[in-house]
């Protein structure tokens, strides 16, 4: 529960370096559908054929999967904050080059630098936005996925608005928006600190050699494939204008959103990781066989392209999930590695494609889709135990338990209640949840498990840690020589979650069904009624806990 309750701190008082950085994301994001609806624009008035134009996708993605290898190993040097300012600055001027290209070929040449920059930002935004944020964690992360929610929604119309006046306009629309958002970050963000340990670069590509990390990779390339055939070709089929591909991709974006953010860790919470996959995968099979069979109905594309948006969302989040499950080395490599499979799998995909559609027509590009979707199943069966097993590892203790604190007057043997648990953050609240689960303690002659949870963030596809297993350990340390040689028997546990911050609850309730706690103690959020209404999750998950009692301490 890396500080998710912090000091008294409404969620949008925030410091300008918070929304300069939420404002490049909402760009940022944006950019996975702006292009979508001037496709057909770009190859109407640059004679090029949706082949040509899909290279677009092509050099944005494989120089972003190339880039990725390498973007630890820059941050790690030079900080987070110059980073972000980097990826910017090579947005804006990528953007702008690309907006005034004379040729598909310019255009093509010159997403490759706006994916180098994408590539920069989306490594270090989250980790930023968080580092700069009031009212801890959970208010950051609340920040950011609207930004990503309002960015995937508003970026189809955005590019459908700005491509009905030119197809030139989404391109210099992102470079003035993202010009504002480096300028806002030169001023207002704080110097960062350089990490303490460097990456190496060639950490990504060695990491691959773990089976689990690299089956989960190959089943994200497979799904990106069928994802970036889907994206790079069906407006062309739906035979629509600019304006109105806009707004068939802002609701195919809502629905990405909405099931990234919260239906997917609902879903994988209820029935586990593996199992929403498959189906997930089967869905997006089944919407792509669907395209491909209906391509000359520009009802049935427009349909399936919509409701894909449901599967594409869930599938961003939990196949994240599952590659920071498996993986066996440190989050941020883990995240290289995946990064560069899967936006590779997404860059060849429209290239491909585009040669398929050209020989045998579109519905065979979109049948090959289809079965990269469903070739990703038994890739991820192949994983399985793997998967299963790790997850099983989340749930239970992955660090070992810290010594305890106070061996007491009274022999745990004759305790007469049972045992309470203290689940703390780094914050000011620790000490009076400590206090009062002590205080229930002594009152029930009941002992006291201080629990600390290290927190592994999904928000879509992208991943945070937001401390160390050497602060997370320093967290307990330091509660359990506040209660040393008190007359209540206390000890410390580490544990880890993966996921939302609801999965931190899910974790919390199972170590209490472990212990058949009677009471889990923790800090009520003072960052206002919509981060209360996050954490509610977080509460309700350890509620789930058999005759366990939550005290919620303000």
């Known amino acids: 529960m890396s500080q998710s309750q912090g000091k008294q701190q409404g969620l949008l008082k925030q410091p300008k370096a ?60 030079i900080g987070s904050k110059w980073a972000l300012i980097v990826g910017l600055a090579l947005i804006v001027v990528f953007a702008a080059l690309a907006g005034a290209a004379g040729s598909v070929d310019g255009i093509i040449a010159f997403r490759g630098g706006w994916g180098l920059g994408n590539a920069l930002f989306i490594a270090t935004s989250l980790a930023v936005i968080v580092a700069s944020a009031q009212g801890g964690f959970s208010g950051a992360i609340i920040l950011y996925e609207a930004a990503l929610g309002l960015g995937i929604a508003a970026g189809p119309l955005i590019g459908g608005l700005l491509g009905h006046i030119s197809w030139r306009g989404p391109f210099f629309g992102v470079a003035v928006l993202m010009g504002i958002a480096l300028v806002a970050t030169l001023l207002f963000i704080p110097k960062t600190p350089k990490p303490a340990e460097k990456i190496s670069l060639g950490a990504p590509l060695a990491a691959l050699k773990h089976r689990g990390l690299l089956t989960m990779g190959i089943m994200a390339l497979l799904y990106n494939w069928g994802f970036f055939t889907m994206l790079g070709y069906a407006p062309y089929p739906m035979k629509l204008d600019a304006l109105q591909l806009g707004f068939v991709f802002t609701g195919w974006g809502l629905l990405v959103a909405a099931f990234a953010v919260f239906f997917a860790p609902r879903l994988q919470r209820r029935f586990g990781t593996a199992a929403v996959l498959y189906a997930n995968l089967a869905g997006l099979g089944i919407v792509m066989t669907a395209i491909a069979i209906g391509v000359d109905s520009p009802p049935v594309v427009i349909a399936a392209v919509i409701i894909s948006g449901a599967f594409i969302g869930i599938n961003n989040t939990l196949t994240t999930q599952a590659v920071m499950l498996v993986s066996p080395v440190e989050r941020s490599v883990a995240s290289s590695a995946y990064g560069f499979l899967r ?167 199972r170590r209490a069904a472990e212990l058949h706690a009677g009471m889990v103690v923790l800090g009520r959020s003072k960052n206002g009624p919509v981060a209360r209404l996050f954490d509610a999750d977080l509460v309700g998950e350890i509620e789930r806990a058999e005759d366990c009692r939550v005290i919620l301490v303000a």
Do not use: N
């Open 343 to 509: 936006f590779f799998g997404g860059g060849l995909a429209p290239f491909v494609a585009g040669i398929v559609a050209q020989h045998f027509g579109q519905g065979w590009a979109f049948g090959l889709g289809a079965i990269a979707f469903f070739i990703a199943i038994p890739v991820l069966a192949s994983g399985h135990k793997l998967l299963v097993r790790a997850e099983s590892a989340e749930e239970a203790e992955e660090e070992p338990e810290l010594p305890g604190a106070s061996l007491t007057v009274l022999d745990e043997v004759e305790l007469g209640a049972k045992p309470i648990i203290a689940a703390i953050d780094d914050t000011e609240l620790a000490d009076q949840v400590v206090d009062r689960a002590v205080a229930l303690a002594r009152e029930h002659r009941a002992s006291v498990e201080i629990v600390h949870v290290t927190e592994t963030e999904v928000v879509a596809d992208q991943t945070l840690d937001p401390e160390s297993a050497r602060h997370s350990r320093a967290v307990v340390d330091a509660q359990l020589d506040r209660v040393r040689g008190s007359d209540v028997v206390a000890r410390g546990v580490l544990l880890t979650s993966v996921g939302d911050h609801a999965a931190t609850g899910a974790v919390i309730a």
């Open 18 to 77: 918070v929304w300069a950085v939420a404002f490049a994301c909402v760009i940022s994001f944006m950019g996975i559908g702006l292009v979508d609806p001037i496709l057909p624009a770009i190859s109407d008035s640059l004679g090029a054929s949706p082949a040509q134009v899909s290279l677009l996708f092509t050099s944005y993605l494989v120089v972003t999967a190339i880039a990725m290898l390498g973007v630890g190993w820059v941050s790690s040097r």
